[in-house]
């Protein structure tokens, strides 16, 4: 079984518990593999993330499933997270979703016209769709860019310590 069947095997059971997979990442190796899932509310913002009791509940309810998964060791070690204030965002609706909020973005080439490829802003949404999504963003002195979608290597929500 490939990696992105089990993901996706995974994403399902973790909507139908009524959760989102944010991300499921594997690390390890063949014989002590490592699936590191990070839920989320389908719904909620930044400030309500899931609870530790929600994560287990999802852990317990993926462990029957995986621990009679063909092709995946039966050492293997399931963590279960909630993604954090600083959100990651993979998929082209947490765009439109945290719209408003700050956010961090790398690019795989440049984003913005001075030639950087990281750019940090307020999401102000993502317009077109089936790989031609443009994320905007406005920038701290005011200015708005825009860059494909598929320019993004990695993209965050950031959280004001202060």
Known sequence: MTDDSLSREIESKVEALGFEAVEVERAGNRARPIIRLRIDRPDGG???????????EVSRALEASLDNHPGLSDRYVL???????ERPLVRPRDWSRFAGQEAAVT?????????????EGTILGIAG??????VSLRLADGSEVSFPLSAVKKAQLTYDWG
Do not use: K, M, Y
Request: glycine share 16%; net charge negative; charged share 30%.
């Open 46 to 56: 930044p400030e309500s993330g899931v609870t530790l009791d929600e994560c287990a």
């Open 79 to 85: 963590e279960v997270s909630s993604p954090g204030v």
């Open 107 to 119: 690019g795989n080439r440049p984003l913005l016209p001075d030639g950087s490829s990281r750019a």
């Open 129 to 134: 769709e089936g790989g031609e999504e443009e």
